[in-house]
Nanobody, 126 residues
Framework: QVQLVESGGGLVQAGGSLRLSCAASGRTSSTYILGWFRQAPGKEREFVAT????????YYADSVKGRFTISRDNARNTVYLQMNSLKPEDTALYYC???????????????????WGQGTQVTVSS
């Protein structure tokens, strides 16, 4: 089991920036991919970005491509999501997730992950 704790959310104006952090602990050796998802009230959980722990390959949703950057610090067992040029539609509860996927898998589906954090709220005002 991998435990995940998100932090860094908050309230920002449109055009502003935030950096989210996700600290992992537990059986991290079995974690090969980490992802960020978000969920707004009344909507389904939406894929944001993924990164492979080894190699660092990334994949982004079209809605955030060019604005968000996912990265990781292996020594600290932490994954980050740098969010720039924020828009009101980015407002959501942001979750990080960890999964065990073999090479070639993108990891853009929530069902591919077996560990989830509790979420951190991001609110973007217009």
């Amino acid at each position: 089991q991998v435990q995940l704790v998100e932090s860094g959310g908050g309230l920002v104006q449109a055009g502003g920036s935030l950096r989210l952090s996700c600290a992992a602990s537990g059986r991290t050796s079995s974690t090969y991919i980490l992802g960020w998802f978000r969920q707004a009230p009344g909507k389904e959980r939406e894929f944001v970005a993924t990164i492979r722990w080894t190699g660092g390959s990334t994949y982004y949703a079209d809605s955030v491509k060019g604005r968000f950057t996912i990265s990781r610090d292996n020594a600290r067992n932490t994954v980050y999501l740098q969010m720039n040029s924020l828009k009101p539609e980015d407002t959501a509860l942001y979750y990080c997730a960890a999964g065990n996927l073999g090479p070639g898998w993108i990891g853009a589906s929530a069902r591919q992950y077996d560990s989830w954090g509790q979420g951190t709220q991001v609110t973007v005002s217009s």
